[in-house]
């Protein structure tokens, strides 16, 4: 953490000056002991600021998307209100028809199969009830996690480097975004089979989205907010770790 936010070199100086103490009377000591602290503190301070601010970003993307899918399926549901509406005034015309007004056999059966063929077709309609809608991002994150660039438009630098960060010698043999990409994978989020078909409208500036693709999408934002938070976690233990020296 102390490199992602690049205070590595001030902390290892100050715990080098904290373990080798001089007397108090040292006031060059004394001094560069509070001008490093002074610097890490703030430099902590910034980057919890930093991240607040990636992580807030997360979140409004993630409530705009989820609006537009809400509006989508509001849509849908009228949609098949009206066709549960048509079925039953069909079902119950031709049970009035078939009973009661034609009293001639054949005619009773024509009407009541194309009154089941009616039903049926609305059936299919409700079964076949979706919409889709324009939505373009050209501020895309999860282009930067999917793809894995060296350096990211979308994130501050000390994020991406802890998303990233991965070191196999201290256990850490996956990166947070490579843990992420697995969940989208393993959760069906974005399926091996079609990555190629949704790559531009998820990982590239947008086109049109079903309802169901755009609550995914928000999820995924989602995710990946909690893992940013993650980095304020790490970020409080670094300075509970430096309180102590």
């Known amino acids: 953490m102390a490199n992602a936010i690049g205070i590595l070199g001030s902390v290892t100086r100050f715990?080098?000056?904290?373990?080798?103490p001089k007397p108090m009377d040292d006031l060059a000591y004394r001094l560069e002991l509070l001008e490093l602290k002074q610097a890490i503190d703030q430099k902590i301070n910034s980057s919890s600021l930093e991240?607040?601010?990636?992580?807030?970003?997360?979140?409004?993307?993630?409530?705009?998307t989820s609006q537009v899918a809400n509006y989508?399926?509001?849509?849908?549901?009228?949609?098949?209100?009206?066709?549960?509406?048509?079925?039953?005034?069909?079902?119950?015309?031709g049970a009035i028809l078939t009973e009661g007004v034609i009293?001639?056999?054949?005619?009773?059966?024509?009407?009541?199969?194309?009154t089941g063929v009616a039903e049926a077709t609305f059936g299919v309609m409700m079964l076949l009830n979706d919409e889709t809608t324009e939505f373009f991002h050209k501020r895309n994150a999860l282009k930067d996690v999917w793809f894995g660039a060296p350096t990211s438009k979308n994130f501050p630098a000390?994020?991406?480097?802890?998303?990233?960060?991965?070191?196999?010698?201290?256990?850490?043999?996956?990166?947070?975004?490579?843990?992420?990409?697995?969940?989208?994978?393993?959760?069906?989020?974005?399926?091996?089979?079609?990555?190629?078909?949704?790559?531009?409208?998820?990982?590239?500036?947008?086109?049109?989205?079903?309802?169901?693709?755009?609550?995914?999408?928000?999820?995924m934002y989602d995710q990946?907010?909690?893992?940013?938070n993650l980095m304020k976690q790490d970020l409080k233990a670094l300075s509970s770790e430096i309180e102590k020296l």
């Open 158 to 219: 000390a994020v991406w480097y802890y998303l990233n960060y991965s070191n196999p010698e201290n256990g850490i043999k996956t990166s947070l975004r490579e843990q992420i990409i697995e969940k989208w994978r393993s959760f069906g989020q974005v399926k091996k089979s079609s990555e190629e078909e949704i790559s531009d409208i998820y990982f590239g500036e947008g086109g049109k989205y079903t309802s169901d693709q755009l609550e995914n999408r928000a999820d």
């Open 15 to 20: 715990v080098e000056l904290r373990q080798n």
């Open 72 to 93: 989508l399926v509001g849509k849908i549901r009228e949609k098949e209100s009206k066709l549960t509406i048509g079925a039953i005034v069909v079902g119950a015309l």
């Open 103 to 114: 009293k001639e056999e054949r005619a009773s059966h024509i009407v009541g199969i194309s």
């Open 51 to 64: 991240i607040s601010a990636i992580s807030s970003e997360m979140d409004c993307e993630e409530e705009r």
């Open 224 to 228: 990946l907010e909690s893992n940013i």
